[in-house]
């Protein structure tokens, strides 16, 4: 069955730094998305992409996250500074219009 | 303004010992309703779709049904396997394909 793929698994970072996380969506997809899980809390939606624009973006979706389609078949986040409180599983998903949305494994990402 | 609800927040059943899992909703003209299977340090794991009251779905020891206002998931005879966290997501109407997550039940069947 096809999977939708994330790189990396973990990611430690210092406060301020750069990160980029990276996802490999279904091909045949439309929709791709970010959701982020901090630890004990729900899966919280962050943005969803569709066409090479965001369709759609959450509160927590402020400027210092952008996302990008650089290529047929990556989709990446990234957070250009980031925060204590960034710490958290980052999931990228993708679906097909309607249909149900289809979860990578996640990047756990620490920020120290 | 919790769009989804479960109940309970965790759960502890012993093998065989069946139950079932809520989900409340207030999102109006549903665009779907979801339930995802989540392993500790691992992505959502999609079970079923329901889209209109009365529907019901079955996988295995798993049963999801729908009404107007809730889901439940109904869990038969469950195994040690199916210990996890169960999430119950909702797509908004209109053009959004976003889909709103609740804060799960985590099941765990003691053997």
């Known amino acids: 069955e096809p999977e939708v793929t994330q790189t990396p698994s973990h990611q430690v970072t210092q406060m301020g730094q750069e990160v980029i996380l990276r996802c490999v969506p279904i091909s045949n997809h439309l929709y791709f998305y970010w959701y982020r899980q901090i630890l004990g809390q729900k899966v919280e939606f962050l943005v969803s992409f569709y066409n090479n624009e965001i369709s759609e973006k959450s509160e927590i979706f402020d400027d210092q996250f952008s996302v990008e389609r650089p290529d047929g078949s990556n989709f990446t986040l990234k957070i250009r500074s980031t925060k204590l409180e960034d710490s958290a599983m980052y999931f990228c998903?993708?679906?097909?219009?309607?249909?149900?949305?289809?979860f990578g494994s996640g990047t756990q990402l620490s920020v120290l | 303004e919790d769009q989804v609800t479960q109940s309970p927040e965790a759960l502890r059943l012993q093998e065989g010992e069946s139950s079932s899992l809520n989900c409340s909703y207030t999102v109006s003209g549903l665009r779907g309703l979801f339930w995802y299977r989540q392993d500790p340090g691992k992505g959502p794991e999609f079970l079923f779709t329901l889209y209109s009251a009365g529907e019901e779905k079955e996988k295995e020891r798993l049963k999801a049904t729908l009404t107007k206002k809730e889901s439940f998931l109904h869990i038969t005879a469950p195994k040690p396997e199916d210990s996890a966290t169960y999430l119950c997501a909702c797509r908004e109407p209109g053009g959004y394909q976003k889909v709103t997550f609740g804060t799960g039940t985590k099941l765990q069947v003691i053997p």
């Open positions: 998903a993708s679906s097909d219009p309607g249909e149900k949305l289809f």
